[in-house]
């Protein structure tokens, strides 16, 4: 269960990857509203972004604190982040919910304000940068303690 639950974390995370370095190649700037693909790229980079930070926040999480004998039912994510970051196993639990926010601005993406639509996917690909290496984290951990 550990397993899969790490690799589709992995399928979101490398299909957002994809987005991301395409996005690389172009300035995230009031010219990307003008051409079509570039939109349908970023589109899609958030789409995994969020999809990956929902995955691990509702299944990833709560699945390696059960292989640690760490999950109590009906734990909230910030409590999820806190044992974990106790644990060891992530740094800064508190810049999770960072992620959140912006997770949340994100999804509102017929916003009017083009200067903060284009500061929020900035600011997600800063973000995405950080999850990944959060994910590596967690699948060092594992394999570590032979837990996957």
Request: glycine share 2%; net charge negative.
């Amino acid at each position: 269960m550990l397993t899969e639950i790490i690799e589709t974390s992995y399928l979101h995370l490398n299909r957002a990857k994809d987005k991301y370095e395409e996005m690389l190649k172009f300035p995230i700037d009031q010219t990307l509203y003008q051409d079509k693909e570039k939109i349908k790229t970023i589109d899609a980079f958030i789409f995994r972004f969020i999809k990956l930070q929902d995955f691990m926040g509702e299944r990833l999480f709560k699945e390696v604190l059960k292989s640690v004998g760490e999950y109590k039912d009906s734990m909230a994510l910030i409590d999820c982040l806190d044992k974990l970051e106790k644990l060891e196993i992530i740094t800064q639990a508190d810049q999770w919910m960072n992620y959140r926010t912006i997770r949340n601005k994100l999804t509102h993406e017929y916003s009017t304000n083009q200067e903060e639509m284009i500061a929020g996917i900035q600011l997600a690909m800063v973000y995405f940068k950080e999850i990944n290496e959060v994910l590596n984290s967690i699948n060092h951990y594992l394999q570590k303690k032979q837990l996957c």
